[in-house]
C-alpha cells in the first residue's frame, strides 16, 4: 500500500513523503498544544494536520482516473477548513461553519467512493454496517431534546456522515482499512455532539483528535491505493 502510493518513481516521491510526515507531526503536535489557550500556532496545527493531505491527490493526477482524485483532494481541503472553523474561539458561528465545511467533505468523499461501492458482501460487513446505522439513530435519539434550532443540521449531517461511512463499508476491496476509518471519523463526530450538547465527556481532546486523525489516514490511503492502482 505504501509503496504504491509514496514511491511512484516520478521524482516527486520526497514530496509526497515529507507531505505525509509533516501531516503526522503537525496532528501529534496539535495533540500536545490541544488543551492550551487558542493561539495561531494551536489553530495552524489543527488546519495543517488534514491540509497538508491535499497534495497528495494532486500529486497522483496521471496515475489515476482525474475527477476521483480532484474530489478526494476536496474531501481532505474542506475537512481542513472545518478543522479550522472549530479552532477559532469567540465566535458562535465558527462551530456551524465547521459543520458546513465538515458536511461539504463528506459529500466529497461519498462522490469519490460511490463508484467503488459494490455493497458489502460479507456477512461481517453486513452486521456492522447495521450496527452503524442502529448507533448513529441512537446518538441522534439521544440528543435530539436538546437540539432545538440546531435540530435540522445535526440531523442533515448526522445522514450525511451516515451514508459517508455505509458507502465505505460498501467497498470490500478497501475493507476493512477504509470501512474503519469512516467509523473513526464519525465516532470523533459523535463524541463532538455529545460533549457539545449532552455534557462534557473525560479526556475529551485526545478522543476526539486521535480518531478523528486516525479515521481520516484510514480512509486516505486505501483510497489514493485504489484510485491509483
Not at 503526522?24 to 487558542?38: D, K, N, T
Not at 482516473?65 to 480532484?70: N, R, T, V
Amino acid at each position: 500500500m505504501f509503496g504504491q502510493i509514496f514511491m511512484t518513481g516520478d521524482g516527486l516521491d520526497w514530496l509526497r513523503i515529507a507531505l505525509a510526515l509533516a501531516s503526522l507531526a503537525a496532528a501529534i503536535a496539535y495533540q500536545i498544544v490541544e488543551r492550551q489557550p487558542p493561539s495561531a500556532l494551536r489553530t495552524g496545527l489543527k488546519t495543517l494536520s488534514i491540509g497538508l493531505l491535499v497534495p497528495l491527490p494532486l500529486l497522483a493526477l496521471g496515475q489515476g482516473p482525474a475527477l476521483p482524485l480532484l474530489l478526494l483532494a476536496a474531501a481532505f481541503l474542506f475537512s481542513s477548513a472545518g478543522d479550522l472553523f472549530l479552532a477559532l474561539k469567540g465566535d458562535a458561528r465558527n462551530f456551524m461553519r465547521g459543520l458546513g465545511a465538515f458536511l461539504v467533505s463528506h459529500l466529497f468523499y461519498i462522490a469519490v467512493m460511490a463508484p467503488l461501492a459494490t455493497g458489502p458482501e460479507t456477512l461481517a460487513l453486513k452486521a456492522v454496517s447495521l450496527a452503524v446505522g442502529l448507533a448513529a439513530l441512537a446518538v441522534y435519539w439521544s440528543l435530539a431534546a436538546r437540539l432545538g434550532a440546531m435540530k435540522l443540521p445535526v440531523g442533515a449531517y448526522l445522514a450525511v456522515i451516515l451514508v459517508m461511512v455505509l458507502t465505505a463499508l460498501a467497498i470490500p476491496e478497501a475493507s476493512p482499512v477504509l470501512g474503519l476509518g469512516a467509523i473513526l471519523f464519525m465516532f470523533s463526530d459523535s463524541i463532538i455532539a455529545l460533549d457539545k450538547f449532552r455534557g462534557p465527556i473525560p479526556y475529551r481532546g485526545i478522543i476526539v483528535w486521535t480518531t478523528y486523525y486516525a479515521g481520516q489516514v484510514l480512509m486516505a490511503l486505501p483510497l489514493l491505493m485504489l484510485l491509483t492502482k
